[in-house]
């Protein structure tokens, strides 16, 4: 059974860089069958898809988020790894991640991030 | 990018009826790339369909899915107690990938 699990800071200052780690258990990352993907959902709205990353690093980013996201992996630690930066207000949320790149069929219980002073 | 639009944003209904969940999109979605989602609150969503039309592994058959180009449907056969939750459908057709802002089934 497939398990992801995000950890990190619950609260970010403007302007600063958040910093969220996934924990993947019951699967390799280094498998290379999947993608592993970051999607966001602030309080109260929908769902939207941040980016993916492939166990060789490679990257793909929602163009909205683009300048501001890196995704990283750690395959020795089965982890992968959300960097946004220069964060507002308006990137609190709950932050999932979950596995595969096109739709996702398991999915960490999410983060609350608040971005306040 | 594609928008998608669900409609109703609310449905409301009662055990036992059928539920019809309508997800339309701005432009084709290729493949017939359209995923639906169930989330529940406090909870992270579950994948339901891929495809248009397959049922993810363990998901019950009173759920189903049909549509293609930019009109897509998911049904509920019958609602049971724990269908009354929130349904969002998402395109993986062409980047970036959207959600609908989600249709809420709720107890009448």
């Known amino acids: 059974q497939v398990q992801l699990q995000e950890s990190g800071p619950g609260l970010v200052k403007p302007s600063q860089t958040l910093s969220l780690t996934c924990t993947v258990s019951g699967d390799s990352i280094r498998s290379g069958d999947y993608y592993w993907s970051w999607i966001r959902q602030p309080p109260g709205k929908g769902l939207e898809w941040i980016g993916y990353i492939y166990y060789s690093g490679s990257t793909y980013y929602n163009p909205s988020l683009k300048s501001r996201v890196t995704i990283s992996v750690d395959t020795s630690k089965n982890q992968f790894s959300l960097k946004l930066s220069s964060v507002t207000a308006a990137d609190t949320a709950v932050y999932y991640c979950?596995?595969?790149?096109?739709?996702?069929?398991?999915w960490g219980q999410g983060t609350l991030v608040t971005v306040s002073s | 990018e594609i928008v998608l639009t669900q409609s109703p944003g609310t449905l409301s209904l009662s055990p036992g009826e059928r539920a019809t969940l309508s997800c339309r999109a701005s432009?084709?979605?290729?493949?017939?790339?359209l995923a639906w989602y169930q989330q529940k609150p406090g909870q992270a969503p579950r994948l339901l369909i891929s495809g248009a039309s397959s049922r993810a592994t363990g998901i019950p058959d009173r759920f189903s899915g049909s549509g293609s180009g930019t009109d897509f449907t998911l049904t509920i056969s019958r609602l049971e107690p724990e269908d009354f939750a929130v349904y969002y459908c998402?395109?993986?057709?062409?980047?970036?990938?959207?959600f609908g802002q989600g249709t809420k089934v709720e107890i009448k």
């Open positions: 432009q084709s979605v290729s493949s017939s790339y």
């Open positions: 998402q395109q993986y057709g062409s980047s970036p990938h959207t």
């Open positions: 979950a596995k595969g790149g096109y739709y996702f069929d398991y």
